[in-house]
């Protein structure tokens, strides 16, 4: 019986063992693979010239500019937004109705195909709007992606800041916005900057949206009315279209190390938070 | 000198005794639908240490927070009776919680600074009261801290996280932060039992000093340590699982502990003695 039991346990230990074993072997061979083929084509001139001739060599440039900006601007139209819709759910609606219904809204946002967001952009804001193919255009239609992230994340944060610290807060005699602006954000917002990021982290990759909305021209772009081609759509060109395989593989590289650092980064933040709290 | 029950509801106006800070009569309490206090009626003495003593659950925190209106802020809570400071109601509708809150000081069982600087900290108060200049705050902080007894062991180390102090030190902090903004009423939630003995006597050696010019009430589980500190006591009890709870005896501290008049504040207090 006991041997039976001893039995089971190991059994199951190994299965997870194994299932976590996977991930991580999955995960170094997609790494590995992707370093393999794309570490040999970056360099300077990679990262800082433009693309020339037929078969697009030289450098992604113009992707990677059009890649920050679009992600950047968009970055700079949620945050605000979703930062204060979080405060506004967690600190002031009264819960009930509502707030239900805004929540369910969010995480059906979260969970819309971004290839339909980029549909919705091309046709509200490239040509509703008139807006154009453009970074403008490319940013408005990643926020709508990126917002659900920021506000469930930034909501989760706030509600995650001891009841019993603003309560002394109250108890010095302070107002619920001074509480809210001066204790319960501050304290909540290593949290909000991880979500920011790793929101960030998504839209950089993201290549549907992009495509519809900001176009396929290589250009560097300076205004935000300007078009651009991002670096997935570049990478996704240069791969289908079977023009350059080596430098879909670089920009792939590129693309990779850029969300790494952003996952890197947001988890550098939660720890250090971790560090001066406890 | 007991006040006894009769004399508790004489009906003496509060405002005529100038000794008398924070006057409660026939104050109920409710959660939504569950009753947690009963008909409390009592006098706080100012300048004054009041110790509320009773078993864990008898609505001795949820009667703190009637005093400075904290309740308020739990949905659902409604209270019956009166509640007076300097003879003032402060459930009168002209009254603003928040402004209460700056006479009425708390500290809760668990230290709780704020995430920022230790001065951070204690500038917090003053600076939500529009205190702005440097060499006022530098003052407001350090007398604070000289106050709540802790500012030799955080003198030079004012610019470090407030989290990063110890347990003890912490709460002190927290002393503080709240005598920061001068309030003359003073909560003190179960301040010691989540600390360290150094701190603990460093805590009651301030209750001493401050109580010349504050009044405090404190809660606490420790009958050597309310014998110690309090002026007064009160004796709180829910007799019956789901029933509210009651004041059963409260006066000077000397003769609560050596000769209650209750049965059952006697029983308490022998078998919290050990
Ligand atoms: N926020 C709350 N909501 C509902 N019931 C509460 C709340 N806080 C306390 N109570 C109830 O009120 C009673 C008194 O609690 P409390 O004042 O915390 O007692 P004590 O501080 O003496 O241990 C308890 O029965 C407790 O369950
Ligand atoms: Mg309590």
Known sequence: MRDMKRITNAAALSVFWFAGLTTVVLLGAVILYVFVNGIGHINLAFIFTRPHGVNAEGGIWPMIVATLYVTGLAMLIVTPIAVLAAVYLAEYAVQGRLVRTIRFAADTLAGVPSIVMGLFGLAFFVEGLGIGFSVLSGALALSFLMLPIVMRTTEEAIRAVPKYIRWGSYGLGATKWQTVSRITIPAAMPRIITGIILATGRAVGETAVVIFTMGTMIFTPVLPTDPGRSMTVHLYQMAMEGINLPAAFGTALLLMVMILFFNLSARWLLRRNRRMQG | ?274
């Open chain 2, 1 to 274: 000198m007991n006040h006894t029950l009769a004399e508790l509801q004489s009906g003496v106006a509060p405002a005529a005794d100038p000794t008398v800070k924070i006057a409660v009569k026939g104050l109920d309490f409710f959660y939504g639908d569950f009753q947690a206090l009963t008909d409390i009626t009592c006098d706080i003495r100012d300048n004054a240490v009041t110790a509320f003593i009773g078993p864990s659950g008898c609505g001795k925190s949820t009667f703190l927070r009637c005093f400075n209106r904290m309740n308020d802020l739990i949905i659902g809570t409604k209270h019956a009776g009166l509640i007076t400071l300097d003879g003032q109601d402060i459930y009168a509708p002209g009254v603003d919680p928040v402004d209460l809150r700056r006479r009425i000081g708390m500290i809760f069982q668990q230290p709780n600074p704020f995430p920022m600087s230790i001065y951070d900290n204690v500038a917090y108060g003053p600076r939500l009261h529009g205190m702005k200049k440097k060499a006022d705050l530098d003052e407001v902080v350090e007398t604070s801290l000289k106050r709540a007894n802790v500012w030799k062991e955080v003198k030079d180390i004012l610019g470090r996280g407030g989290l990063t102090l110890s347990g003890g030190q912490q709460q002190r902090l927290c002393i503080a932060r709240v005598l920061a903004v001068q309030p003359d009423v003073l909560l003190m939630d179960e301040p010691c039992s989540a600390i360290d003995p150094t701190s603990v006597q460093k805590i009651e050696d301030l209750m001493a000093e401050l109580k010349s010019s504050v009044t405090i009430i404190i809660v606490t589980h420790n009958m050597q340590q309310a014998a110690r500190v309090s002026d007064e006591t009160a004796f709180f009890l829910q007799e019956v699982m789901g029933e509210p709870a009651m004041l059963v005896e409260f006066g000077r501290t000397a003769e609560i502990f050596t000769s209650p008049k209750d049965k059952r504040t006697e029983d308490y207090i022998t078998g919290r003695f050990g």
